[in-house]
């Protein structure tokens, strides 16, 4: 008999043009009037920002805009955000973007009312509680940021990437419009898309897993696999970029009342460390620690061969994860991934810190094999040579 539990209060609202409704959905919230938007300088230089706060001002709200974030959100900049959401007087936060604005949009609506630090919140000194609306729109088809838990933040003065993840962080609107995704470049959409696909399948393995976690991951592997490549192939392909949402979207749900595992303790070292797109350091470690989980449960790692095609239903245990490792890697090769070895910074030397990181990240026991700093050695070794 499974014991779990299942949670999101996340108004979830998805179809082409929706975001240019934010004004209307946000008068039935009845969530204040005095909004404090969120984004990237990337997102506001696509032009995709600029038509929604037209709308919201029209509507009758007063935005403020806050654009000073990184691709790996840092502290100082989520406590410059609060500062200026304390400043302006802000109701709620808005954040428009992909992970890292929808990220720092969590953390300033829980900053900006209650003061305190990001690590006061991830290290257990302050208490979740009297958080602002957060109401996110993301870009990216990746983070599921828009439906979790969770806000990944980087300590500046020591590279490490804290989780702050409570359920009051949950947004209280999502607003998916694939319009907003048309626009991004291939290599993101490449990033970002396994991202997605890395939270399917670390949300249906870990030990914290549930029954509806996995019913979502499931069809999150078999929706992402499918429409990846034909939204990197074609930015424009409306189809594929639906889909691709509603796989991140999927996936978001999977791992936001589960947990994420060893790959991401992995790929939150290197991004805290080198600022590796999250995507990309997620790519390079999955086959990796998926040829060591395995071993844990030949049979649920053969489902997922199946759940993403790499395997037939016919196939022996043993054969579908090796065709599930084979399959990522080509998976991950024909959206030109980088190996680890390439990428910019990474150097053996440094292999002990990005060890000692991933050890001291909150998800490595969750891991559904148990993972130890030499385990996470020697697949650091593995992933470098490849």
Avoid: W
């Avoid at 975001?19 to 938007?37: F, K, R, T, W, Y």
């Amino acid at each position: 008999m499974n014991v779990f539990h299942y949670y999101c209060s996340t108004r979830i609202e998805m179809g082409m043009g929706k975001a240019l409704h934010l004004p209307e959905l946000l008068h039935s919230l009845q969530v204040g009037s005095s909004i404090l938007l969120v984004s990237d300088p990337g997102v506001i230089r696509a032009g995709l920002v600029e038509p929604i706060q037209t709308a919201l001002q029209e509507a009758g709200f007063a935005v403020s805009l806050f654009a000073s974030l990184s691709q790996n959100p840092r502290d100082t900049e989520c406590l410059a955000g609060a500062e200026q959401f304390r400043d302006t007087g802000a109701s709620m936060v808005v954040a428009i973007g992909g992970g890292s604005a929808m990220d720092t949009g969590k953390t300033i609506a829980l900053c900006g009312p209650n003061g305190g630090t990001p690590a006061d919140y991830a290290d257990g000194r302050l208490p979740y509680a009297n958080i602002a609306p957060i109401i996110c729109v993301p870009t990216t088809a990746g983070t599921g940021s828009e439906v979790t838990r969770s806000a990944v933040i980087t300590e500046s003065a020591t590279h490490r990437k804290m989780t702050l993840k409570h359920a009051a962080l949950r947004p209280t609107l999502a607003v998916l419009d694939p319009s907003l995704t048309l626009s991004v470049p291939p290599a993101v959409t490449a990033a970002t898309g396994v991202d997605a696909l890395v939270h399917a399948i670390e949300g249906y393995t870990c030990k914290v897993t549930n029954p509806i976690s996995q019913a979502l991951g499931a069809r999150a592997m078999q929706t992402i696999v499918s429409a990846l490549p034909a939204a990197y192939a074609d930015g424009r392909n409306v189809e594929a970029r639906s889909a691709m949402l509603e796989g991140s979207l999927l996936a978001g749900l999977c791992f936001g009342s589960a947990d994420v595992a060893a790959v991401h303790c992995l790929a939150e070292a290197l991004g805290g460390l080198y600022d590796t797109p999250h995507g990309v350091a997620n790519a390079v470690f999955l086959p990796h620690v998926l040829r060591f989980n395995a071993v844990e449960n030949k049979p649920m790692h053969a489902g997922l061969a199946r759940y993403m095609g790499f395997a037939a239903d016919a196939d022996a245990d043993e054969l579908a994860v090796e065709k599930l490792i084979d399959g990522i890697e080509a998976f991950t090769h024909s959206l030109d991934i980088p190996k680890l070895k390439d990428l910019p910074g990474v150097r053996e030397e440094d292999f002990p810190r990005i060890v000692e990181l991933s050890v001291q990240n909150a998800s490595t026991p969750s891991n559904v094999r148990t993972i130890t700093a030499e385990d996470y050695l020697r697949i650091l070794e593995e992933a470098y040579r490849s």
